[in-house]
């Protein structure tokens, strides 16, 4: 089998791979609030922060706090207790038409309260306090395990997490009952119903010994969670009991899981009478010890990076410890199990982080009222990688490493041990590269170099019509040399001589066929051709065969591509005698006319229509 490796190569641009830890820096972005708890954006240039005490405050682009308030409520809700207050709040996915955003809260007697409200009519830094409509409630039976936020998710229906309930070790076992609102991740349709329906593929929906409501059960206190903008998967930063806080990831549109508190804490046993076997709970990707080192003692959950102005934080999930100040990152666009790593001290009473409308990331510190801007202090450095792949069996790969940003000079080690910002010569694999920068900021990129396989096609002759069995373009050659027309998968051949194709693949790989050699005109057929003939040649109107051989013949016609033409029934079994042939319905341009007969007498005749 004869194969060209002529080819059209195959490029493929691997958008920025960052897998080098972020540096992490904070920058206070605004001061002046009061035991901050949430942040949250409308779509616009301001960030909403949520007061515990009652408030809701607007921050204006340049980190500017807005004199008053936009939402004051600290009259109808209970906050003595530092786990209860004004916890949550979620703008409406249409907030922009219709005004209305929700809140969650702890009323007077303590109890869970999901509202919503209305911005004013006539300010939009100012709702109307006087546009509450409860959604949702739920009794607490203690002070503590709230949970509290809340968030549309990517499906327009709202979700917000309950805590157990409180005290400690669940004593109720609230977060396995399945008929108990606590200790559960919820979702609602607050647009199908008054005040709300139950989404029709909630995975209890339909059930009666679960309440339909529920989205995924086992929580302990799901004090700050969010979802992944790129991805849509959950993740829910679970506070824990004596020995673990942990992050659990669940995959977007899933529902219907158990996260396994009372039973489990993190990883490790807490209290399994009357619980399942181990494979009825999903266990949380990481999680970490009680202690001041190496981890800490409340888990307060982040925020994947989806922004731009940060590309080294890219794809990275931020969480931190609110007492110990201790941060993690976890790689959520990298293979599983997610890779993590601890930083050290960063910053201690982190309640809560938000986003704004670009995506970039903030957070709050209880403690102090202030907001801050989290930022990679490697700034815009980025790699990206073009590459070129091992197409054909013949070409090499190549990959072209662009560095944006950064300080230079830069320090490039490839997986090759290579050091230049281009390599070459590459076989079919994958590839590693990490640049330094002068500042000594690190950025790395996978590239893979895929293998375009090498193709055959075949081809085959019945009579004197080639087929072709493979590629998606194909263009006939007839003793070495182009035949212009013959550029299909069948070609009908015209004349003798050694006949092959050449092919083309979707990859842009090209194959050359075998030669077969065809003899379409023997001794004998020429003398079968004086039998037949056509006038007149160039037609326009009327062609006249004439045909004056012994044997019923059969005419066939077809186009310069070797397509089929349609003729009249005489022409199927043609008697010695003169037929007409009105060609009006042709198109200008050359066609050919087969003689043929059953004892296999061929003869060709081309006709130009005019």
Not at 173 to 181: C, D, G, H, M, V
Not at 191 to 212: E, V, W
Request: aromatic share 12%; glycine share 10%.
């Amino acid at each position: 089998m004869r194969r060209l490796s002529t080819l059209i190569i195959s490029i493929s641009m691997l958008m920025v791979s960052l897998r080098a830890q972020p540096v992490l820096q904070l920058e206070t972005y605004a001061t002046g609030l009061s035991n901050p708890v949430a942040i949250e954006n409308a779509g616009d240039g301001r960030l909403f922060i949520v007061e515990r005490l009652g408030y809701i405050r607007i921050v204006n682009p340049g980190g500017v706090l807005a004199p008053g308030y936009f939402l004051d409520i600290h009259n109808q809700i209970e906050s003595g207790y530092q786990e209860q207050g004004l916890l949550g709040l979620a703008f409406h996915p249409d907030y922009t038409s219709n005004g209305y955003f929700y809140v969650y809260y702890t009323d007077e007697s303590g109890n869970t309260v999901i509202s919503r409200f209305s911005v004013s009519v006539d300010d939009p830094d100012v709702a109307d306090p006087g546009s509450e409509l409860v959604i949702y409630t739920a009794s607490q039976p203690f002070v503590n395990h709230n949970g509290g936020c809340i968030h549309f998710g990517p499906d327009n229906y709202l979700y917000f997490g309950l805590g157990d309930g409180g005290s400690a070790g669940d004593p109720g076992n609230r977060a396995q009952n399945p008929l108990n609102k606590l200790g559960k991740m919820h979702r609602i349709d607050v647009d199908g119903g008054t005040p709300y329906a139950i989404p029709a593929d909630n995975p209890f929906a339909t059930a009666i010994d679960t309440l339909n409501e529920i989205w995924a059960i086992g929580y302990r206190n799901p004090w700050r969670w969010s979802f992944d903008a790129l991805t849509h998967n959950m993740w829910v930063a679970d506070v824990g009991q004596n020995l673990h806080e942990e992050i659990d990831v669940e995959d977007a549109g899933s529902g219907g899981h158990n996260y396994g508190w009372r039973c489990y804490e993190g990883l490790s046993e807490f209290n399994t009478a009357l619980c399942g076997d181990a494979a009825d709970y999903v266990f949380p990707i990481f999680d970490y010890p009680h202690n001041f080192t190496t981890g800490g003692f409340s888990i307060t959950g982040g925020y994947v990076y989806r922004g731009t102005e940060f590309p080294g934080m890219y794809g990275y999930y931020l969480c931190a410890d609110y007492v110990s100040g201790n941060w993690w990152w976890v790689n959520a666009d990298g293979p599983l199990p997610y890779d993590h790593e601890r930083v050290d001290d960063v910053q201690t009473d982190i309640s809560s982080f938000g986003v704004d409308s670009a995506g970039e990331m903030y957070c709050a510190n209880l403690a102090n009222g202030s907001i801050y801007h989290i930022t990679d202090a490697c700034g815009a450095f980025a790699i990206s990688t073009l590459v070129t792949d091992y197409s054909c069996g013949v070409t090499d790969g190549s990959i072209d490493l662009t560095i944006n940003a950064g300080t230079a000079p830069y320090a490039i080690d490839w997986s090759t041990g290579e050091t230049t910002e281009d390599i070459g010569g590459l076989a079919p694999g994958t590839y590693t590269v990490t640049v330094t920068d002068a500042a000594g900021c690190a950025r790395s990129a996978t590239a893979v170099v895929k293998d375009i396989p090498v193709f055959t096609v075949n081809i085959s002759a019945t009579g004197n019509v080639l087929s072709a069995d493979a590629g998606v373009s194909w263009q006939w050659y007839l003793n070495g040399e182009i035949i212009t027309e013959a550029t299909g998968e069948v070609y009908t051949a015209m004349a003798n001589g050694d006949y092959y194709v050449i092919a083309t693949d979707a990859n842009g790989c090209m194959a050359t066929s075998d030669t077969i050699n065809l003899i379409v005109n023997s001794v004998a057929q020429q003398t079968f051709e004086q039998y037949c003939t056509m006038f007149p040649n160039p037609v326009q109107d009327v062609l006249h065969v004439e045909y004056s051989g012994t044997l019923a013949c059969n005419l066939q016609c077809f186009d310069a591509t070797g397509r089929s033409i349609s003729l009249p029934v005489p022409f199927q079994q043609m008697q010695s005698g003169t037929y007409i042939l009105d060609v009006h319905a042709f198109q200008t341009g050359i066609y050919l006319f087969y003689f043929q007969t059953e004892a296999g007498d061929v003869a060709i005749r081309t006709l130009v229509v005019e």
